[in-house]
């Protein structure tokens, strides 16, 4: 048995968590979009071909942002072709993962469904084979009230109301050679410059999110960040991350340890950000977007094989297993732990490819093992995050050192007047965890649900929910001491209330 130690105070204040942290993301590839959210013949479509089983899924996520259309897919996608009609549609090859789009859900019809869902949309406009005159039109089309050419095509189209679509992205990945259209830095910096111009002039309320390397492993890294910053830094608010991480050596402590790589990464891009806003004498602090994060590796192998130019081929499938959840736990108390930078994350992606959802054509619709870490995260971690003081064992491991088994994150929400604590045990030993939580002394333990699983590699698949949360975790709160009970290799959520 291993012990651990932690301080929650009400007052160790981190920031307030932007619920957009608990985003997500559809690219029109694969089968997010067809046989995912929309499948007209399905027994569960709705009165537009959008299947009803996925929708109650989603909403139990109470997802509150969605990044589209893309992803690779945006740098050769024209948002013209999704509006009007949908029989005069063109069906277009998609060169990014060579498939055939059939364009019968654009625009409209996403952000239709988008309100079902209860969500809002982050759109991205195409900086790869388009530029400036397409995403200001773009703009028009979905904010304008009226009395504009654009404006008054998608009134024509049947949508009367402007939409006000807050967040958008300038491109996608521009940084690299697999994007239609890779910019060097000083290309993309120059064009995302006048293009957020010229949006916000037609759109003043809009915020803008300028592409930050695709990864931190690129050749490119941070230097991209420091030119791009360069030449946006005054007309946009947040800078993209990407990350995706994968068990390749299936090596469990040193893949959990991964979320180390995160919070550096997080913490590299923020210290640029401010290095630019120093140099510039700017008062405008940049936030981060980390708009695209995940494990994505089971599929690689399967995705070589897929034949070119079909419609919605099962590409970036993967099955995650238990062990993936507990990475996701990890990832998102790091995002939590930057409350104050981090903004905006979108979990890439939602439905079929690399997602929490999983779909049969004319069948179930599934929840994944990492479904369960999301969803606690974003229906109990909104309000302030709170920065706990840990003392825990370390381990050493190939790629990290000092990682602590137990990670956690507290949040705080003010009005409803409960304390969240995330944790995950990274220990293949129990780990008995001595709280004290400040400021918390009235508050009593509602729930103690716990994710664990004895066979790390446990997947669910249609009909078999093999991995799911339980409430019967055990912690005993007496005053302000808590003691709660973390078994091995485990994900944790703590709720208390006044
Ligand atoms: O999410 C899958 C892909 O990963 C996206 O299209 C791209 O932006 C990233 O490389």
Redesign the pocket.
Known sequence: MKKAGMIIDKEYKIGQVDKRIYGS?I?H?GRAVYEGIYEPDHPQADESGFRKDVQSLIKELQVPLIRYP?????SGYNWEDGVGPIKDRPRRLDL??KTTETNQVGTNEFLSWAKKVNTEVNMAVNLGTRGMDAARNLVEYCNHPSGSYWSDLRRSHGYEAPYGIKTWCLG??MD?P?QIGHKTAEEYGRLAAETAKVMKWVDPSIELVACGS?NSSMPTFIDWEAKVLEHTYDHVDYISL?T?YGNRDNNLPNYLARSMDLDHFIKSVAATCDYMKAKKRSKKTIHLSLD?W?V?YHSNEADKKVEPWMEAPPI?EDIYNFEDALLIGSLLITILQHADRVKIACL??LVN??APIMTEKGGEAWRQPIFYPYMHASVYGRGESLKPIISSPKYDCADFTDVPYVDAAAVYHDEDQTLTVFAVNKSEEPMETDMSLRGFESYRIIEHIVLEHEDIKATNQKNRKNVVPHANGTSFKSEGELKAHFTPLSWNVIRLQK
């Not at 893309?70 to 945006?74: C, E, K, S, T």
């Open positions: 993301f690219e590839m893309g992803g690779n897919f945006l990014a993962w996608n990945e690299g697999w695709s990407h995706y695209e995940n994505w970036l890439a992606q490819v690399i």
